[in-house]
Nanobody, 124 residues
Framework: QVQLVESGGGLVQAGDPLRLSCAAS????????MGWFRQAPGKEREFVAA????????DYADSVKGRFTIYRDNAKNTVYLQMNGLKPEDTAVYYC?????????????????WGQGTQVTVSS
């Protein structure tokens, strides 16, 4: 069993940076591909970024490419999402998720474990 706990959300102004963290329990974390998703009010949950088990491969949604960076520290059982140049349209609840596979993936149904989410609000 893997438990994921996100932190780092908050209220920021447009253009500000913010870093989200996702702490995982369980030794199997380092074998999992990890991802970040987000859900804005009235919208479906959408893929943001994903990283392979060893950090060697990453994938980003077009809307965040060049502004967000996903990385992980397997020694700390933690995956991060560095968000720069935030925009009001980035406002959403951000979820960390783990997929029991090694390769990077963006399909929601492949992610078995989910955190409770952390709110990110970007004011204009």
């Amino acid at each position: 069993q893997v438990q994921l706990v996100e932190s780092g959300g908050g209220l920021v102004q447009a253009g500000d940076p913010l870093r989200l963290s996702c702490a995982a329990s369980g030794r199997t974390f380092r074998r999992f591909a990890m991802g970040w998703f987000r859900q804005a009010p009235g919208k479906e949950r959408e893929f943001v970024a994903a990283i392979s088990w060893n950090g060697g491969s990453t994938d980003y949604a077009d809307s965040v490419k060049g502004r967000f960076t996903i990385y992980r520290d397997n020694a700390k059982n933690t995956v991060y999402l560095q968000m720069n140049g935030l925009k009001p349209e980035d406002t959403a609840v951000y979820y960390c998720a783990g997929a029991p596979q090694s390769d990077v993936i963006r399909t929601t149904s492949n992610f078995r474990y989910w955190g409770q989410g952390t709110q990110v609000t970007v004011s204009s």
